[in-house]
């Protein structure tokens, strides 16, 4: 069955440093979305990604964040400046259509020190 | 601002009993309900997907029901085994692209 991936698992930087996190979705899919979850909160939506453009962001998405896809099967999250708060695990779904299931990756644990 | 929230927070049950997790909202346009499944430190297993069209969602031991103008939806677990411990997440899309998360349910079945 296919799924959607995500790497690293873990990754661990120093506050102010980049990051880019990765995501390959389901092949055939064609939105893209980023979530994260602080430990112990809720799910929280970032940001989605249609026809090579965000379509919608959260007010969490500000200007350190951004979203690319750089290829045709990557999908990626760069925070630009990470802080302390950034500490989080970063969900990374797909979907066929906007009506449809979303298939989440596994998540990215990262940890800003 | 759509709110979702999920009694209740957490429930332990003996195996083999029938449950109920609900999920309340406070915005009852909304186009989809998405029920997941997530195992500790994992992501995100999808269960059931309901439209606003719909009134419930069938899926072996899962039944999903909608109820958009009272703002509430419901999954039943029937027969429950201990592979079904998880956190259950009740999540909402309105006509935009993003879901809302409620806060979940932390189910335990023991054996």
């Known amino acids: 069955e296919p799924e959607v991936t995500q790497t690293p698992s873990h990754q661990v930087t120093q506050m102010g440093q980049e990051v880019i996190l990765r995501c390959v979705p389901i092949s055939n899919h064609l939105y893209f979305y980023w979530y994260r979850q602080i430990l112990g909160q809720k799910v929280e939506f970032l940001v989605s990604?249609?026809?090579?453009?965000?379509?919608?962001k959260s007010e969490i998405f500000d200007d350190q964040f951004s979203v690319e896809r750089p290829d045709g099967s990557n999908f990626t999250l760069k925070i630009r400046s990470t802080k302390l708060e950034d500490s989080a695990m970063y969900f990374c779904a797909s979907s066929g259509d906007t009506g449809d299931t979303q298939y989440f990756g596994p998540g990215t644990r990262l940890t800003v020190l | 601002k759509q709110e979702v929230t999920q009694i209740p927070a957490a429930l332990s049950v003996p195996e083999g009993e029938n449950l109920v997790l609900n999920c309340s909202f406070t915005?009852?346009?909304?186009?989809?309900l998405q029920w997941f499944r997530q195992d500790p430190g994992k992501g995100l297993t999808s269960l059931l997907l309901i439209q606003s069209s719909q009134r419930e969602q069938t899926s072996g031991r899962l039944n999903a029901s909608l109820d958009k103008s009272s703002g509430r939806s419901t999954l039943y677990i029937a027969a429950s085994q201990p592979g079904d411990s998880a956190t259950y997440l009740c999540?909402?899309?309105?006509?935009?692209?993003?879901?809302?998360f409620g806060p979940g349910t932390r189910l335990s079945v023991l054996p």
């Open positions: 999540a909402v899309k309105g006509y935009g692209q993003n879901f809302v």
């Open positions: 915005d009852s346009a909304i186009y989809n």
């Open positions: 990604f249609y026809n090579n453009e965000i379509s919608e």
